[in-house]
């Protein structure tokens, strides 16, 4: 069964810095990677997807790497933004069976 | 385009009513599904369907019913609303191109049972 860890859960920066949020799956025989943003009480809105073949995306400040041998990827913000504050999810897909199996998510806190 | 399209926005029920979240995309996606977000649980995969006419269970299906007549339209039905039931759910659907997918998402229903 893929599961799927986030670390940290939550993360408070100074605005500036450059910071690398972490996501973990058990399963390597995959995958697509999407990186999704959610703000409170709002849906999610795809950041970047990496795709089988790939190995990273790059999105104005935003880059996301996929190693698959060892079951990670990594989102990279640069020079982050109070604008930036929100809740990161990483969600691992399965080609054969589509389905969408989510980590629990980073909130980040990008303090003025 | 309108992507994926949720109504309501916001629900409010009594226990024991019966009610239908709608789900619609343009996309011509195969694949829909239903999560709901709990705090600290994350989102929960409920149902979910390869094409029309086929659906299956995810992690979390006790309580809904789903069906896909239409490439369309993925509706999720509460037979009985309990308070357990309170939460964002959220429609999602993607496409598969080969070995590749991508997921898109609706903006959520925000439903409370009391």
């Known amino acids: 069964k893929q599961e799927v860890t986030q670390i940290p859960a939550a993360l408070s920066v100074p605005e500036g810095e450059n910071l690398v949020l972490n996501c973990s799956f058990t399963d390597s025989a995959i995958y697509n990677l999407q990186w999704f943003r959610q703000d409170p009480g709002k849906g999610l809105t795809s950041l970047l997807l990496i795709q089988s073949s790939q190995r990273e995306q790059t999105s104005g400040r935003l880059n996301a790497s996929l190693d698959k041998s060892s079951g990670r990827s990594t989102l990279y913000i640069a020079a982050s933004q109070p604008g930036d504050s929100a809740t990161y999810l990483c969600?691992?897909?399965?080609?054969?069976?589509?389905?969408?199996?989510f980590g629990p998510g980073t909130s980040l806190s990008v303090i003025p | 385009n309108a992507g994926v399209t949720q109504t309501p926005k916001f629900q409010v029920l009594k226990t024991g009513q019966s009610m239908t979240l709608q789900c619609a995309q343009d996309m011509n996606h195969e694949y829909m599904s239903w999560y709901r977000q709990d705090p600290g649980m994350g989102l929960r995969l409920i149902h979910y369907?390869?094409?029309?006419?086929?659906?299956d269970q995810g992690e979390v299906p006790n309580g809904y019913n789903v069906s896909r007549s239409t490439t369309e339209d993925f509706p999720l039905r509460l037979l009985s609303a309990a308070p357990s039931q309170t939460s964002v759910y959220f429609c999602a659907s993607s496409y598969r191109d080969g070995g590749n997918t991508e997921a898109f998402f609706g903006q959520g229903t925000r439903l409370t049972v009391v």
């Open positions: 369907s390869v094409g029309a006419g086929i659906t």
């Open positions: 969600a691992a897909m399965k080609t054969s069976y589509d389905k969408v199996i």
